[in-house]
């Protein structure tokens, strides 16, 4: 048990999936989990860990924002274990050859900063996927018919930009979409010698407007969290 996560030594899985909402992690949980057990609920930032094709697996909520995963996966890989992390979340498109629906696969993370910014100073490190996670979700996209990308994403700051100026700039090198989390958790992932992806749902889009309606958010979700737990055990 820790300051923000209350489950009991052994309850949390080396392989951990984290949507951002806690009810996404609740859903996913009980969609695809067998015998799903709550395991933390500390500040409404819910837990589960059960079995994928007899797998432990445990899909824990990260919140908003690279400050508030920070949190998250430092006390998961520090205080239980975790060793390999996947973030399955929604991005903005930001390229014309990406659609709405769309799965991305994220090799690397660009930021303006994130919460290790303290620790690099001047220096710019690139913090990129584990190519093992990468590539085995590459094959079960395409195995499922998926539409996917890889590539660069953005995780910004922000959820309400102002910098339109950037938004072209990342566009103009081949940035495929935003969020707001990747860059923490892979660069906190290589600091510790964990394996971390991004698997990510394209649910709006910055060129054209368009936006995924809330009704057809959770079936495309369920195919990202098919992705992952399929990267995360290739064998199973």
């Known amino acids: 048990?820790?300051?923000?996560?209350?489950?009991?030594?052994?309850?949390?899985?080396?392989?951990v999936l984290m949507p951002g909402d806690p009810y996404r992690a609740r859903w996913a949980a009980e969609t695809f989990l067998d015998n799903p057990k709550l395991v933390s609920e500390v500040r409404g930032m819910l837990g589960y860990t059960g079995t994928w094709r007899g797998n432990p697996v445990t899909i824990h909520g990260s919140g908003m924002g690279m400050p508030s995963l920070s949190i998250y996966v430092n006390e998961l890989i520090r205080d239980?274990?975790?060793?390999?992390?996947?973030?399955?979340?929604?991005?903005?498109?930001?390229q014309e050859t990406v659609g709405i629906r769309d799965v991305i696969l994220a090799m690397t993370a660009s930021s303006v900063s994130t919460p290790s910014r303290g620790i690099f100073r001047e220096f710019n490190f690139a913090p990129s996927a584990d190519w093992g996670l990468l590539s085995a979700a590459a094959k079960a996209a395409a195995a499922k018919e998926t539409?996917?990308?890889?590539?660069?994403?953005?995780?910004?700051?922000?959820?309400?930009?102002?910098?339109?100026?950037?938004?072209?700039?990342?566009?103009?090198h081949g940035i495929l979409g935003v969020e707001m989390e990747a860059a923490e958790l892979y660069t906190l992932a290589l600091r510790y010698g964990c394996r971390a992806l991004a698997v990510l749902t394209v649910s709006d889009h910055l060129l054209t407007g368009e936006a995924l309606p809330a009704e057809d958010r959770e079936t495309t979700f369920g195919d990202m969290v098919e992705i992952a737990l399929q990267a995360a055990f290739p064998d199973a």
Do not use: W
């Open 1 to 15: 048990m820790t300051v923000h996560i209350g489950a009991e030594k052994g309850e949390i899985a080396e392989t």
């Open 80 to 94: 239980f274990g975790a060793k390999t992390l996947i973030r399955i979340g929604s991005c903005g498109g930001m």
């Open 147 to 172: 539409t996917t990308h890889i590539g660069g994403i953005y995780s910004s700051d922000v959820f309400y930009d102002e910098r339109p100026d950037l938004n072209e700039q990342m566009t103009r």
